[in-house]
């Protein structure tokens, strides 16, 4: 038998075409850079989503009185529907540890002094439950939430009533 014949049998089985060895695992190579592409398109946008979200969390917002009300409504409706399905903590706000000026070193130490390291409306976040919350007997607790490649992530503000 010929070598083109003998070569176009071994690439055709039946009515069915089978890619060579060699093909296949070329398509897989493509398969799986298009799989790292993407992949690395969607942490550049997730990298510039949280670049922003930091940008507009470092700037503090103006506690206005009629703001301050809306911001307590919310969270009041908010404390309401969880005590309805039994929760006694809420968490009110996630932010990344970069808003920390320590990384949410001392948050995750449980340092006595970590408030002192919060900074834009993170801060402000802690000053309205300090001035507003705790005289109600509300709790407040800061932890890291995540750990990215064994690393401190992002702190969540939780809001307790137990």
């Not at 309401?80 to 070193?105: S, W, Y």
């Not at 750990?147 to 401190?152: F, R, T």
Request: hydrophobic share 40%; charged share 25%.
């Amino acid at each position: 038998m010929p070598q083109s014949a003998q070569s176009n049998k071994q690439s055709t089985l039946g009515d069915e075409t089978f890619m060579s060895a060699e093909d296949l695992r070329s398509y897989m190579q493509e398969v799986e850079q298009a799989k790292l592409s993407k992949e690395i398109a969607a942490m550049d946008r997730a990298d510039k989503a949280r670049d922003e979200l930091v940008k507009t969390l470092s700037q503090p917002i103006d506690l206005t009185p009629e703001l301050l009300q809306e911001i307590t409504h919310n969270l009041l409706t908010k404390i309401r529907l969880a005590a309805q399905r039994g929760e006694t903590e809420i968490m009110v706000m996630r932010f990344p540890n970069t808003l920390c000026n320590d990384k949410g070193r001392a948050i995750n130490n449980a340092e006595e002094g970590w408030p002192d390291t919060l900074t834009g409306r993170p801060r402000q976040a802690f000053e309205l439950w300090r001035d507003h919350l705790r005289p109600a007997h509300y709790k407040l607790k800061a932890m890291i939430i995540d750990w990215p490649n064994g690393m401190p992530g992002d702190v969540g503000f939780f809001l307790s009533w137990a």
